[in-house]
């Protein structure tokens, strides 16, 4: 069974960074792809980034792109999402999530297709 807990969440400052992190056990995820998905108070839980399973391959949604950096190390079986440049609007609590279905496979954009979630770490910005 998956276990994944996110950690690294805060307040912080507009403009300034933190760094999220997903540690897995259970099972080793270096074979998956996975993601960073975010949930606003009041809204849906929306893709933020993803990242393939040996890393190669990054997406990342248009309201984050050049501020956020998602990594792996495969080794310690965690999942990183770098966050610069904060602001306001990314007041959200934060969840990993492991991609279900293939393996060495590329992340994507759709929640149903993620088999395993963490708990979720909030992440919260004044102005």
């Known amino acids: 069974q998956v276990q994944l807990v996110e950690s690294g969440g805060g307040l912080v400052q507009a403009g300034g960074s933190l760094r999220l992190s997903c540690a897995a056990s259970g099972r080793i995820l270096s074979s998956y792809a996975m993601a960073w998905f975010r949930q606003a108070p009041g809204k849906e839980r929306r893709f933020v980034a993803g990242i393939s399973w040996n890393g190669d391959i990054t997406d990342y949604t248009d309201a984050v792109k050049g501020r956020f950096t998602i990594s792996r190390d495969n080794a310690k079986n965690t999942v990183y999402l770098q966050m610069n440049s904060l602001k306001t609007e990314d007041t959200a609590v934060y969840y990993c999530?492991?991609?279900?279905?293939?393996?060495?496979?590329?992340?994507?954009?759709?929640?149903?297709?993620?088999?395993?979630w963490g708990q979720g770490t909030q992440v919260v910005l004044s102005s």
């Open positions: 999530a492991v991609k279900g279905g293939t393996y060495y496979d590329t992340p994507n954009r759709t929640l149903e297709e993620y088999a395993h």
